[in-house]
Each structure stands twice: as C-alpha cells, then as structure tokens.
C-alpha cells in the first residue's frame, strides 16, 4: 500500500472527532453505554440505528444539550468539555437537527447571524453576513436568498439555512440528524452533492439516518448502535444492507415485503372531484379522483404537505369537504350530521391517523382506555346503557396485547410508557381488529424500529389478503413501493398520476412527487 | 365641539393613555420574550401603593417613583421564578400577582396610614409636577398650534414624556440591537436560540425585568401625577385594558402607542362627558365609563381581525432531543 491510499492516510491522522467510554442514563434509563467512536477528519461518517438506540442522545452530547455521566470527548486530538452549545459552536462543531431551529417569522439572514452577531447594533452584523453567505453560496452551491422569511421558503431551503448557519459559525465538523426525512428525493439528492461538496473542501460530516439506502449512498463509514451501545464500525463499501439491518436489530429482518399478486374485486371507495379548503382559506385538496378496489392496496405519495394528510382526514371524518365520496356505492356525507368519525367507523372505515401521539391515542392514558377509544360505543365494552364495561375492555386489550406482542405486556402503562412502535401497535391493533372494508393508514412506520416496521407491514398486507381495501399514505417512498399495488402521486393537493409499483422507481415518483411531468412522465 | 374643548379632551386622553402606553409596553417585552403577562394589572398596582406610601412618608416623589419600581421589579422577579426557572403556568402565576397585588396594597396601607386602604393626599414635592417645556408661554398666541404647543405637548409631568419617548426606544431596541432580535427570536422559538449558543433564561429574565421597570413607572404615574396618593383598585383593569391594546397593536411598538391613544380618548371623552343627551335620550354615565372595556372585550374576542402572538408565547422552554 502506498502513503497516498486515502484508507491509509485515515488511519494514521487525528480523528476529528474522538469519543471515549461515553454514557449516559436517563433514569433507570441507558440511552448510552460506554460507547467509544472516531471519525475520521474530510469524511462522511453515517451512524445507523433504530428509533430509541441512542444516536440522537450521543449527537446531543457532542453538541452540549446534554452531560455525559461519563467518558471523555477529543475534538481534533484535544480533549474537550462540551457543557453547553456555545462551547460546541466555539469547538468548531455545527448540527443541524430533524425538527429545523429557525425562527419563522426572521428573515435568512437574520437566522444565520442569531446568536453569532457582531457587536450590540444588527446593521454591520447584517451586512457582514449578507456578504459571507454570498461568499458561501457560490463556494458551495448553498444559494438562498438571504431577505426571504422562513416561513415562506420550502423545508428544503430551510434546510440549507441550518448548514449555512453553522458554516457561518466556522464549522469543521457537521452533524445532520435524519436530514432526509422531510426532503424530496431530487432534495435529498442536491442535499447529498452538498455534502460530498463541503466535504472535499475537508469538513467532516457525520450523518445519522435509519436509512440503509443513504448510508449506502453517501458514507464513507458507518457506526451502528443498537440499545445504546455502538455495536460496529465498518467501512460502507465493505458492508451490505442485509448486513447492517441485522448489525442494527440483532437478528435477520426481511427488508423486502412478501405479498402474492393483487386479486383486486370491487370497488370499496371512490372519491370524486373532493374539494378541501382549511381554516385559513387554502384550498388544500383541488378535485381529486380516486377508487380503491377490496383487496388492494392503494399507496398515495407525496411531500409531506401536499394534501395527503387532509385527504385522510376527510375520509376518517376529522375535516369537512366537498365533492363525493362512495363507499361500498353509499355515498357518505362529507360535512355537518354524520360526517365524523364515528359515522364514518359504523360505515367500516377504520383509521390508523398519521400522528398516533395527537390524533392515534392520549398519551397520559392507560393502554386499555385507549384500546376502546372510538369503539367505546360497542356493546361488547359496555354494561347497560350507562356504564363501560371496563373489565371486558381491559380482558380484550391483554388479548390484543398478545396477538400483536406489545411491549411491555401491561395494558395499564400509559400509552407515553411505550416505545414508538409499540405505541404505534396499539393503534394498529384497535383499527384493524374491527375488520373494516376500508383501512386508512397514515405514515405507518414513522419512527418505528425496523422490527416493529417489519410486523406491521406484515398486518396491512394481511389484512389486504382478506379481501379488504387499504389506502396507504407514507412520506416513505420505499415503503410505498414495497406495499403498494397501486401508487397515486400527490402535488399541491392534485394527483399528479398513478403509477403500478413494478413500472415505476423512487426517481420517476420523485418528480411527480416535485409537481413535474405531469401525467407525460 | 370647538377647539379648546378638543384641545382639553386630548390633553386629557394623553395624561390617560400614559399608564396604558407603559404597561403595553411592559407586556411587549415580555411576551415578545414568550413570557405571557396577565400580572401587569397587579404589578401595576403595587408599584402605584408603593410609589405614594414612600412619596407620602418621605415627602420626595423621586424615592418614591424607585420605591414602585422596585415593588414592581419583585412581583416581575416572582414571575420569572414561576413561569421561568420552574416552568411553571405563566397564566396561573399572573392571576396570583394580581390576587397579592390586590389584597396586599391594602392591608398594608391601612396598616400603615389607617385612612381606610387609603395612603394621605400627595402635595407639593411628594408629587410629579407639570413641566412646561421651553417656550411654551411665548408661543400660546400662535393660532393653532400656539395651543397645541402650550396645551397639549407642554405641561405634563415627566413620566408622560418618559412614556411616549419609551416608544421609538422599545422599536429601536427591538429591531435595531442584538438584544432585540435574540428577544423576538426567544418568544419565537426559544429552541433555535438554545442552539444558537445563546441562555434563553438569562433573555427571558431579561424581558421580565424590562416588564417590571416600565409596569413600575406607569403605577407610580398613576399614584403620584395622575392622582394624588392611592387608593383601593386604582388601576381599575388598566393592565388588562393594556394588554387588549397589545393585541390590537399585534405586539408592535408604534401600532401599541396608538392602540393606547385610542383607549385613552374614550376615558377622556367619559370624564368630559358624563351624560351625553341624543335626541332627548341621555346616554348613562355609566355606559359612557364602560366603553373603554367594551372595547378591550371587543378587542380580546377577535373583532378586529387575527392577531398572531409570538409562537412560543406561554410556554415553558424545555430542552428537547
């Protein structure tokens, strides 16, 4: 091997960041576990893991939100204390965080310089940063218009306000934490160039995602925790999904879903010319046209943000609309009497909503009240026309409880005493034990751990089997591919075409996803 | 209604939109800050007891102003103690203020001056007086705006000036320093701010504070220039009428200077006209009274369009993943 090999250079320079023997509890709680780690300074370092391994409580000690009970961080060979964001800002160390941490109403420019300006007075700080963000853009094709307020640029742009912010605050080192999940692909895509970018220009780059495909794609290494231990390191092109899911579980998962051929029968729903105009006078949904057929399940993508959530909504009977909606060839009201959710479970409409912590369950409840929720009205739960028959709710969620293997297996924790997935399990349980004609499933595996991914997936194409419809609406393009027998596209509240999941890939989607070739694609 | 009578009428609606212009300002502060304030009724009244009971005891109204402010700087202190370090209900604490304020101005009063709640009559030095400002008597014979000069902008006591100088101070502090954008961006989203590497409890205290200083200065307005000395309630909802204006002002400085103006002419306009008479119909002096609160409740209902108050306003800050 000769000096040049860059795999040799990497193991001889100092790490850009090194972390020894770190831990960290919560309580009873170990959300890190001696967990040691060097990242290599002009890499791209992927760390990988499920929903609750501990990647994000590992990023928030590097960046100062939290204390290390113990362990030791060098940044660039020195030993460091990080006790709070200032000290990992001056540490030469920047984030950019899933839920973005910009002020709406600013403009970009006074996001960039908050909390870095120069002096007391805004003007000369203004003015400073107007020139370096001119100076960063064209370095590295980060162009945003710096008088835009952010409440009116797109997630994407947004997003490049984050890493513009910390490389206005003389970054070496940035940590993205699952930046993909709001983006389109063609965003994601512009994302990753900029990043290679940034890092040919010798910053390192640590990314944390659960998504295989990204590590794969952009990585030069990747870590894996699993329970808050860092469980491998592996250099990316030595290693294959298949490989890294089971690093990431502990056990061999299906990464694929297995389903026989669609046997579609009659038509269950059909939606015409649906109108949706929101509180604020946005016509969210413009006329939309779509049949699921039983035994079929129907995927509708999109960004989030593009009238797939109202669309569920109006079908589970959460939101008023115009238009026609059939179901079973009965037309259903879609406002006033008999247009909410329960009218719409009697008529066998059953909906797993997109947010299981605000419209799914009440968190400060017990397992078992929210096992009843909206079915509080059968007179299998009910003693008389007065009173719930609690004991009878309670013997059913146990059996739930079993069938779906809900963890831990007590149906009087709060419904916030479980995991995302097991959350996410109980809802799963409640809607689909009702044996509805139609299912509504909204992002079904959001912060769900590949495990639970996997079981549930398992249950919707089940219940599809039985000759059910399911209409399916994910952010997740993979998991709309891999579900799907059919994939209707969402753009600025139109169905932009539909597509059969064997003719199509994730970057035709992707433009249709973007509002593009509209139908010619 | 001739001209003198409008001059009176907005001389008089200047001298009340003072305490409602400085406790605007105060709750501006603060929930620009995201610290929602309902306290500054209480705060308010503390300060006007505090600020006449040292003005009466002393004799010097300028010990008396600091007495107020330092009440008002306390209850603003509790404030952040609650809603702040223990991340407390910001409302809860507020409604609590004005309890304390309430019930504790009088019983000290009366345990200090036994007149019935009452502190003595102000006179002389224990009171703000009017300043004439340069030239104003030589320039009264200009038609026009000899009065509007000698009448409406001159003869006020300093507090007055104090208050609608606070105005152009409060927007340029807000949109022209650092401080002031780390203030909004805190009442915004404190979130971004924490990772800015900025302390959102040492702005938010900050914000609080501010609140405290200018709620004292417009409760020792009322008790020692407005009136003279303190009696039970004297604020009589103002800090509510305040923060009516705030929202009708959608929490900007200059917007809440007018706000103000507009609440303070309807209090000058049902002092100056006690009964009205309408086609042989006379208009009670009551309903007359009333007409500021109508409109705060007006206001407070959402009658005057759609106010966004800053995102994070109300809400604890909690460090999060």
Redo the contacts between chains.
């Keep these: 091997m000769s000096a040049d090999d860059p795999a040799e250079r990497q193991e001889t320079a100092v790490p850009a960041i090194e972390l020894k023997g770190i831990s960290k509890a919560f309580g009873p709680v170990q959300a890190n576990r001696d967990i040691s780690i060097r990242v290599m300074p002009g890499t791209i370092h992927g760390i990988i893991g499920e929903n609750g391994a501990g990647k994000?409580?590992l990023m928030?000690i590097l960046?100062g939100?939290y204390k290390a009970d113990r362990g030791e961080i060098f940044i660039n060979g020195r030993k460091t204390d990080i006790p709070?964001?200032?000290?990992?800002?001056a540490a030469g160390i920047g984030?950019v965080?899933q839920?973005f941490?910009?002020?709406?109403?600013?403009t970009v420019l006074?996001?960039v310089?908050?909390?870095?300006?120069d002096?007391?007075?805004?003007?000369p700080?203004l003015a400073k940063a107007r020139r370096l963000l001119k100076e960063l853009a064209a370095e590295y094709e980060l162009n945003v218009d710096p008088d835009a307020v952010i409440s009116d640029i797109g997630v994407g742009m947004q997003q490049r306000v984050e890493i513009l912010?910390a490389l206005y605050r003389q970054a070496d080192i940035l940590i993205l934490d699952e930046p993909t999940g709001v983006l389109t692909p063609s965003e994601a895509d512009q994302l990753f160039r900029i990043l290679h970018r940034l890092k040919d220009e010798g910053k390192t780059i640590v990314l944390i995602t659960h998504k295989l495909r990204e590590i794969m794609e952009a990585t030069d290494t990747v870590s894996v925790m699993r329970r808050g231990e860092m469980t491998a390191t592996v250099r990316t092109a030595e290693t294959s999904p298949e490989h890294l899911a089971e690093l990431m579980v502990g056990r061999k998962v299906l990464l694929r879903v297995d389903k026989a051929p669609v046997r579609a029968g009659r038509t269950v729903l059909e939606v015409e010319n649906l109108r949706v105009i929101d509180e604020e006078g946005v016509e969210r949904i413009r006329g939309i046209d779509l049949k699921v057929r039983a035994g079929e399940i129907v995927g509708l993508a999109g960004v989030a943000g593009n009238g797939q959530s109202e669309l569920l909504e109006v079908l589970g009977g959460m939101r008023a609309a115009t238009g026609l909606v059939r179901l079973n060839g009965e037309a259903l009201a879609l406002s006033g009497p008999g247009s909410d959710g329960q009218a719409r479970r009697a008529a066998g409409i059953a909906h797993v909503p997109e947010d299981r912590q605000r419209e799914g369950l009440i968190m400060e409840f017990h397992a078992w009240e929210n096992v009843g929720f909206g079915y509080h009205r059968d007179p299998a739960y009910r003693r008389g026309a007065v009173f719930m028959n609690n004991a009878a709710l309670r013997a059913d969620t146990e059996a739930k409880i079993a069938q779906y293997d809900i963890r831990p297996a007590n149906c009087w924790l709060t419904a916030r005493n479980f995991s995302g997935g097991n959350q996410q399990k109980i809802v799963v349980a409640r809607e689909m034990e009702r044996n509805p004609d139609l299912l509504l499933v909204g992002q079904p595996t959001r912060g769900v751990d590949i495990g639970a991914i996997e079981f549930i997936h398992k249950q919707i194409v089940a219940l599809r089997d039985a000759g059910k419809a399911v209409l399916l609406v994910s952010v997740e393009l993979e998991e709309i591919l891999g579900l799907s027998d059919r994939i209707a596209v969402m753009f600025d509240g139109r169905i932009m075409g539909e597509r059969l999941p064997g003719a199509t890939d994730e970057k035709e989607l992707g433009l249709l996803m973007a509002g593009m070739a509209r139908e010619a694609a | 209604m001739d001209f003198v009578t409008l001059i009176q009428v907005l001389d008089s609606t200047v001298r009340m939109a003072t305490p409602l212009l400085l406790a605007c300002l105060a709750g501006l502060f603060s929930e620009r800050a995201g610290i929602f304030d309902i306290g500054l009724e209480g705060k308010m009244l503390a300060a006007a007891f505090f600020s006449a009971a040292v003005a009466a005891i002393t004799g010097n109204v300028w010990l008396g102003l600091l007495a107020g402010v330092g009440a008002s700087l306390l209850l603003s202190g509790l404030h952040g103690l609650a809603s702040i370090t223990f991340r407390g209900n910001q409302l809860i604490s507020g409604v609590a203020i004005n309890f304390l304020a309430a019930g504790m101005t009088v019983l000290i009063a009366q345990d200090w001056f036994e007149q019935g709640g009452r502190t003595p009559s102000l006179t002389g030095p224990g009171r703000f007086p009017p300043i004439t400002l340069p030239f104003a008597e030589s320039l009264a014979g200009v038609p026009v705006l000899g009065p509007v000069y000698s009448e409406l902008i001159s003869g006020h006591p300093v507090l007055v000036y104090v208050a609608f100088l606070a105005v152009p101070a409060s927007w340029w502090i807000l949109f022209r320093t650092r401080f002031g954008l780390r203030l909004r961006a805190v009442g915004e989203n404190p979130a971004a701010v924490d990772t800015a590497g900025v302390s959102v409890v040492a702005l938010r205290y900050g914000a609080v504070a501010i609140c405290g200083l200018l709620c004292g200065i417009a409760g020792a307005y009322l008790a020692t220039a407005l009136q003279a000395g303190f009696v039970k309630d004297m604020t009589a909802g103002r800090g509510f009428i305040a923060l009516a204006a705030l929202i009708f002002a959608k929490w900007r400085p200059w917007h809440a200077m007018w706000a103000c103006l507009l609440f303070g002419f309807l209090q000058a306009v049902a002092l100056r006209y006690q009964n009205i008479d309408v086609g042989g119909f006379t208009i009670p002096v009551q309903a007359m009274d009333a007409l500021p609160y109508v409109l705060t409740v007006l206001i407070l209902a959402g009658f005057v369009g759609r106010a966004i108050p800053p995102r994070a306003g109300g809400e604890p800050y909690v460090k999060e993943r």
């Design positions: 994000s409580t928030s960046y939100f709070d964001s200032q000290a990992a800002i984030m965080f839920h941490k910009l002020v709406e109403t600013f006074e996001n310089i908050l909390g870095a300006e002096g007391r007075l805004l003007k700080s912010k």
